[in-house]
Structure formats: structure tokens, C-alpha cells
């Protein structure tokens, strides 16, 4: 008979969630959430999200904004702001229309919904 076989315990048991807030700068806003098993091993992650997402203007996709955590209190884990990144995403050329811009490629993909 083999060793150790049978049930084990699953690690994700002893885990919690957690909700990453964003520092008072950005208005405290939820900008993901995390699990650890231990408050203290939440402390040092890093999260990306962009402005867009953040601020809810959709043209500020662009700016990635980078927060630490910080400190834990409760279920929440509180951040600071580390920097930002603009990125050079930008629509693919091959989905866009004889005479369209990026922006009424936007506005055609969102209406076809």
C-alpha cells in the first residue's frame, strides 16, 4: 500500500481574502482583492491597475498605476502609491475600417454589444 495517500488538507482553507485599497489619493477606491494566510504576508504586494479603471474614464486606459501594500487592518489591506507607466497599447490597425479612427472603432465595437 502506498504512503500518504488519503485526504489531505487543502491549503486554500486556511487562507483569507483580502481587499486592496487604494491610498487616500485616490479616494480609497477597492482596486483588487488578494488571499494570504497570514495578515503579514500581505504586506509588500504589489498591484497594477490603470486610471481608467480606477477613475472610471475610459481615457486614461493608458496610465498603469502601481501600489504597495502597506498595512493590514481588518479584511482590508491599505496601499501607497509606488509610480506609474504609460504604455503604448494602442488599437490594432487590422480590425479598423477604410477612413476610421481608433476612436470610431471604440464606439462600433461598444454599439455592436
Given at each position: 500500500?502506498?504512503?500518504?495517500?488519503?485526504k489531505r488538507a487543502s491549503s486554500w482553507a486556511s487562507k483569507k481574502w483580502y481587499q486592496i485599497v487604494a491610498p487616500p489619493e485616490f479616494g480609497e477606491k477597492p482596486v483588487g482583492e488578494s488571499c494570504?494566510?497570514?495578515?503579514?504576508?500581505?504586506?509588500?504586494?504589489t498591484i497594477e491597475?490603470?486610471?481608467?479603471?480606477l477613475g472610471g474614464d475610459i481615457t486614461n486606459q493608458n496610465?498603469?498605476?502601481?501600489?504597495?501594500?502597506s498595512e493590514v487592518a481588518g479584511e482590508s489591506a491599505?496601499?501607497?502609491?509606488?509610480?506609474?507607466?504609460?504604455?503604448r497599447d494602442s488599437?490594432?490597425?487590422t480590425h479598423l475600417r477604410?477612413?476610421?479612427?481608433?476612436?470610431?472603432?471604440?464606439?462600433r465595437l461598444l454599439l455592436e454589444k
Open positions: 500500500m502506498a504512503k500518504g495517500v488519503g494570504a494566510d497570514a495578515p503579514s504576508k500581505m504586506i509588500g504586494r491597475v490603470s486610471l481608467g479603471e496610465i498603469k498605476l502601481m501600489f504597495k501594500v491599505r496601499t501607497r502609491f509606488m509610480g506609474y507607466t504609460l504604455t488599437v490594432s490597425y477604410a477612413h476610421e479612427t481608433s476612436l470610431h472603432l471604440v464606439c
